[in-house]
């Protein structure tokens, strides 16, 4: 009751382009029985289309798979959401859509398109198949600070400043450079 004057702004960005944003997070091992937390935040434009918070599946042995299966499936709905776009001529046909990633060891993860240490062999090659978006062009991957992550609130209690920066940032957060 106390955010009815805020609102979803939908509109393009600054340079007046329509452009798709995934953003993913997790918290490694936060529920009582080792499961990890999940979110998933796209949008094409300013405002938020999708949200998503959930359990991920399984128990991740580390931050990196945790954070690497949220970004698969977050790269899975925004493929679909990518395309819709596209035949809707909302977002032009050669513009790639943005994964934006705060773990730098999942980013370096995807763009190798697999495991290079004994630490994360365990991990299944079916989470790779974000690598084959990025060759084709379809996905960019780029780093995101945690401080602009705006998945985070779909993964973490946040509280106080944090919060407040993100829910007052969130509508700037998708379109400036970060």
Request: a positive charge; proline letters at 3%.
């Amino acid at each position: 009751n106390n955010t009815r004057e805020l609102g979803l702004c939908l509109g393009a960005g600054k340079d007046g382009k329509f452009r798709l944003n995934v953003y993913t997070d997790a918290s490694f091992n936060v529920h009582q029985d080792a499961k990890s937390h999940g979110g998933v935040v796209i949008n094409v434009g300013r405002s938020a289309n999708l949200a998503e918070s959930t359990r991920i599946p399984g128990i991740p042995l580390s931050s990196t798979e945790a954070e690497l299966i949220m970004g698969a499936h977050g790269t899975s709905l925004g493929y679909r959401e990518l395309e819709f776009a596209r035949c809707q001529q909302i977002v032009d046909d050669n513009e790639p859509g943005l994964i934006h990633q705060d773990n730098k060891s999942t980013i370096h993860l995807i763009k190798n398109g697999k495991s290079t240490s004994k630490k994360t062999k365990h991990i299944k090659l079916r989470y790779f198949f974000i690598k084959e978006y990025l060759d084709d062009g379809t996905f960019e991957i780029v780093h995101c600070p945690t401080k602009y992550q705006i998945s985070d609130i779909l993964t973490k209690p946040l509280q106080g400043q944090q919060f407040v920066f993100l829910r007052v940032k969130y509508d700037n957060v998708f379109y400036e450079s970060i």
